[in-house]
């Protein structure tokens, strides 16, 4: 239709072109909508990770104890990982329809693999002393885990709940998609009117509660976990050569970006 | 119910199986042919940009060993952005622009920006963790600054390096997807525009369509696996099973990079 008035017109200052349409910011509807989604987006991200978080806890220490599974259960995870979300989201809505349940069943999927993966890490990396010690003072199995092992993991635990919920977020914008989710459906409402003003709120908005969120994770993990603080470069070269330190590697988010 | 549900699948199943091997659907402008080369294409010119650009400053500054933190939270701040939200910001920044060999170049500034972060984190990360003895090593047989980083430092790091590298492929191939809804090309194609037909049979095209990406995702993820492990100099590789015992080299650093777990192997 625009392109019908020709690029005369167009050169007008139309306020569906601009990027901050203050008035249109102003009515009371629009402002439910931005609220909205803004709602649907922390909440079903607070909700994937928590599910995410108590099926995956169990599930690490079931594969701590049983390390043939783990070659199993880690090798499938790795493989469903790289399946692309909107392809997943695509499968699920004939069975869920456009249900909550649809946008959460991948979710939790792709935070599971993520927090499984960590927990496992951060288990295994418990010092075999540190076991034998906790053995020596008498701990049942119970005690060791919970009272030893899982603190010691926390670092890794928290790293895993970062990446989960920082992941969601981004994962959610893209089930809009598919007709769910919170402020991509704000960023494609933007699209289809067309209001630029709402397509640039939308990404102002699951930029900021990504980086928020993980800005925010950082902060919670350093306070709860004060031991784990990174030594600087400079005190690591003073304690001598920098034995028992193996590769390190980010982590192979594949599908979860997208 | 929950039979009609497997019920259902098996002939969902073999809808798709009829789809992929009817030739019709791989012929043609918009066959699976065109569109599986227009993905492997677009997402391999953003790996290969993305390389380009990356790469040599973080061996650089690896070398150096400075800017670290910088390099390692640039990884943080790329998981951060929502990858739909780039891909949104830049077609309305650029439109629908094309150029040759890149094609739309707003599908190819977002995949760029997602690639860039994990390979400059790997990249740095690899270099600047050559133990301090090889490099005085390195140094002391009299290897020049531009010997050591081409000899010494970069064969050391490369299995990090293509870590990185592989995280990204399959990043930006499964994201390439996304840039369908924007009206480009690639695989995405199939999912989106049957998912918009779904009632009147496009349904199978998303399952196809869904089930081609995946296949190019995990055969990407298995190909650079298979060049990470070639690369890998023959000392660093693992040891056979029966000679590894439980070394202080499994123990990870206590850098903000730990937090990370190290990559799945392809094989596990």
């Not at chain 2, 739909?84 to 439109?95: D, H, K, M, N």
């Not at chain 2, 690639?186 to 296949?215: E, K, Q």
Request: aromatic share 4%; charged share 15%; hydrophobic share 50%.
């Amino acid at each position: 239709m625009l392109i019908a008035i020709g690029p005369a017109v167009m050169a007008v200052d139309n306020p569906t072109e601009r990027w901050w349409w203050g008035e249109w910011l102003g009515r009371d509807a629009n402002r439910e909508l931005i609220l909205d989604a803004t709602r649907e987006h922390v909440v079903l991200t607070l909700a994937a990770v928590l599910v995410g978080l108590l099926m995956a806890i169990p599930a690490a220490i079931t594969v701590v104890r049983h390390p043939r599974m783990k070659g199993l259960v880690l090798g499938v995870a790795g493989a469903l990982y790289t399946v692309p979300s909107l392809a997943l989201y695509a499968l699920l809505v004939p069975y869920t329809g456009l249900s909550r349940t649809t946008a959460l069943v991948p979710l939790v999927l792709y935070t599971l693999l993520i927090l499984v993966r960590n927990t496992v890490t951060g288990l295994e990396q418990v010092p075999a002393d540190v076991r034998d010690a906790a053995d020596g003072m008498g701990l049942s199995r119970r005690q060791r885990l919970w009272k030893v092992e899982v603190p010691l993991a926390l670092p890794s635990i928290l790293a895993g709940i970062r990446i989960a919920t920082v992941s969601t977020i981004g994962l959610l914008t893209i089930a809009a998609l598919v007709g769910l989710g919170g402020l991509g459906q704000l960023i494609l409402v933007g699209l289809n009117r067309p209001i630029r003003t709402a397509v640039s709120v939308g990404i102002l908005l699951s930029v900021v509660l990504a980086v928020g969120s993980d800005v925010a994770l950082a902060a919670l993990g350093r306070r709860l976990t004060p031991w784990s603080a990174p030594r600087s470069r400079r005190s690591r070269r003073r304690g001598g050569p920098a034995t028992g330190e193996g590769p390190v590697a980010t982590l192979p988010d594949g599908a979860v970006t997208a | 119910m929950i039979w009609a549900l497997v019920d259902d699948q098996q002939n969902q199943l073999v809808e798709v199986v009829g789809w992929l091997r009817d030739a019709a659907n791989w012929r043609g402008d918009r066959g699976a042919g065109t569109r599986l080369v227009e993905h492997v294409q677009i997402s391999a010119v953003a790996v290969l940009a993305s390389i380009l650009v990356a790469v040599p400053p973080a061996v650089w500054l690896g070398h150096k060993r400075r800017f670290g933190l910088v390099a390692i939270n640039i990884s943080n701040v790329g998981r951060a952005l929502p990858s739909f939200a780039i891909l949104v910001l830049g077609t309305q920044l650029l439109g629908l622009l094309e150029k040759p060999i890149i094609g739309s170049v707003s599908v190819f500034v977002a995949l760029v920006a997602l690639a860039v972060p994990p390979i400059v984190t790997n990249t740095y990360v690899g270099m600047a963790e050559v133990p301090d003895d090889v490099r005085d090593a390195a140094r002391g047989m009299g290897l020049s600054e531009s010997q050591m980083v081409r000899q010494v430092e970069l064969p050391l790091a490369l299995p990090l390096i293509m870590a990185g590298i592989r995280t990204s492929a399959v990043q930006v191939v499964a994201t390439a997807t996304i840039a369908a809804q924007l009206g480009f090309g690639g695989l995405g194609r199939f999912i989106i525009d049957g998912y918009a037909t779904r009632s009147s049979g496009g349904y199978t095209d998303v399952l196809a369509g869904a089930l081609l990406v995946a296949a190019l995702a995990l055969l990407t993820e298995g190909l650079l696996g298979m060049a990470q492990r070639a690369l890998t100099p023959k000392g660093l590789r693992p040891a056979p099973r029966w000679r590894r015992g439980t070394t202080a080299d499994d123990a990870p650093t206590d850098d903000e990079v730990s937090s990370d777990p190290t990559p799945l192997p392809v094989a596990a």
